[in-house]
Nanobody, 126 residues
Framework: QVQLVESGGGLVQPGGSLRLSCAASGATWGSYAIGWFRQAPGKEREGVSC????????YYADSVKGRFTISRDNAKNTIYLQMNSLKPEDTATYYCATERLALYCGLYAPHEYGYWGQGTQVTVSS
């Protein structure tokens, strides 16, 4: 059974940084794409960044390119999202998700991911 546990959220001032972690069990990186999504109040869930199963190719939403970096530690079965230069509009609940997806992970919508973590809150405010 696939399980995901996020951590690392919190309150940070604009321009600050946070690193989110997602510990995964029951999934093998070679078969599963894994990524980060976020949902702000009153808005739809959106993809932030992901790593493709087939070749490890990353995807970044335009809104976070150059500021966020996704990475993974195979030995720890953990992925990370390093978030720099945070803006108030980055405020949301951030979720880690995974699924057996064969193609470039940026092609898939959130509803195509079947396994989700519980979410971690990120608030960017002065």
């Amino acid at each position: 059974q696939v399980q995901l546990v996020e951590s690392g959220g919190g309150l940070v001032q604009p321009g600050g940084s946070l690193r989110l972690s997602c510990a995964a069990s029951g999934a093998t990186w070679g078969s599963y794409a894994i990524g980060w999504f976020r949902q702000a109040p009153g808005k739809e869930r959106e993809g932030v960044s992901c790593i493709s199963a087939s070749d490890g190719r990353p995807y970044y939403a335009d809104s976070v390119k150059g500021r966020f970096t996704i990475s993974r530690d195979n030995a720890k079965n953990t992925i990370y999202l390093q978030m720099n230069s945070l803006k108030p509009e980055d405020t949301a609940t951030y979720y880690c998700a995974t699924e057996r997806l064969a193609l470039y992970c940026g092609l898939y919508a959130p509803h195509e991911y079947g396994y989700w973590g519980q979410g971690t809150q990120v608030t960017v405010s002065s």
